[in-house]
């Protein structure tokens, strides 16, 4: 139904642009406003001309465009809500939410004194917990400590071809020198 719908608004749109494209531009000024005013105006075929023919479809299909797209926002505004309601009703526990409390025996109970959990349950679920925290804490200590050589390791590397840098342009410097002096005793000679 909403392809239907989105098919019928688009042929809408399509024929209300082409229409309004095939109208006359007002580009005469002012005299031509009067001059074209009276020979509409009191003449006798003034709602037969092209130009009246043309804004009567305008308006019409402008109001259709207006009224498509509002049925348009409805149906898939309901279409959304009906299949937000599936979903709902699909997976009941998703809307229902249980309030539970620790009975003094720290036990957790629901609203109608039912057990949930029982405290050695909530004991043993709460140490895997700590130990999977303590582990998570171990590997983010061997990540950070790896990070670090890495970083150790790039910085001698950097260092290390900053120091080659500094010998090559200290050689390429002796051999500037070198080939100057021989130009200059080739020169002398």
Same mark, same amino acid.
């Given at each position: 139904?909403?392809?239907?719908? &989105?098919?019928? /608004? ?13 109208? /006359? ?9 009067? +001059? ?14 092209? %130009? ?9 299909? !402008? ?22 309601? +599936? ?5 009941? %526990? ?24 029982? +405290? ?22 061997? &990540? ?30 002796? !051999?500037?020198?070198? !080939? ?10």
């Amino acid at each position: 139904m909403i392809t239907a719908l &989105v098919i019928v /608004h688009v042929i809408i749109a399509l024929v209300l642009t082409v229409i309004v494209l095939m109208q /006359h531009g007002r580009q005469q000024g002012l005299s031509g406003a009067i +001059a074209g005013g009276a020979e509409t105006f009191f003449g006798k075929n003034k709602g037969r001309t092209i %130009d009246a023919m043309l804004r009567k479809f305008t308006a019409v299909f !402008a109001i259709l465009f207006i009224l498509s797209s509002i049925v348009l926002t409805y149906v898939s505004i309901r279409q959304a809500n009906l299949e937000d309601e +599936a979903a709902e009703e699909s997976n009941p %526990d998703a809307s229902q939410s249980m309030n539970v409390t620790v009975d003094e025996n720290g036990n957790l109970v629901d609203e109608s004194g039912n057990i949930v959990m029982s +405290a050695e349950d909530m004991a043993a679920q709460q140490a895997e917990a700590e130990t999977g925290d303590a582990a998570e804490g171990e590997a983010e200590g061997a &990540v950070d400590e790896a990070a670090g050589a890495v970083d150790e390791a790039a910085g001698d590397a950097a260092d290390a071809a900053a120091g080659a840098a500094d010998q090559a342009a200290d050689a390429a410097d002796q !051999a500037a020198d070198a !080939a100057q002096q021989a130009a200059g005793e080739a020169a002398a000679e």
